[in-house]
């Protein structure tokens, strides 16, 4: 039995002709605003007042739901330049300026502990070993 698999999975699902749902959303909210304004500043105000808000809120809107730059969409272009200007560009090793690990303080009961235990392990450590040899030796 042949099933048909997706080729294109990476592609997000178009809803309404070539728009996303995200692409929709962008340019329903935009559009919104954008009409808003002009709706509330062209009853009071000429086209000089009203038409600049509604020209920047409608190319923001239309670059943030079609522009891509370098395959990247516009929004995350953005974030990435933003955080290229503001972090720093180079790192510089300064040696003995870190602040080294310190453990917290332990009492001596834990650290009488801690002791036995690594004895322990040691001792179990060259048992293994003796008992891998005295094998190995067996074989010859």
Known sequence: M???????????????????????????????????????????????????????????????????????????????????KFLPKQRIWIQKTANPYIPPQMDKKTKEKISKTKEKTKEKDKKSINDLVTILNQKK
């Open 2 to 84: 042949q099933y048909k698999v997706p080729q294109n999975v990476q592609r997000e699902d178009q809803i309404i002709g070539p728009l996303t749902l995200k692409q929709l959303a962008i340019v329903g909210i935009g559009g919104g605003l954008a009409y808003l304004i002009y709706v509330q500043l062209s009853k009071t105000y000429h086209i000089e007042i009203w038409l600049p808000p509604v020209f920047i809120i409608s190319t923001i809107t239309i670059a943030l739901a079609f522009l891509k730059i370098h395959g990247l969409p516009f929004h995350q272009y953005i974030l990435h330049f933003i955080e290229y």
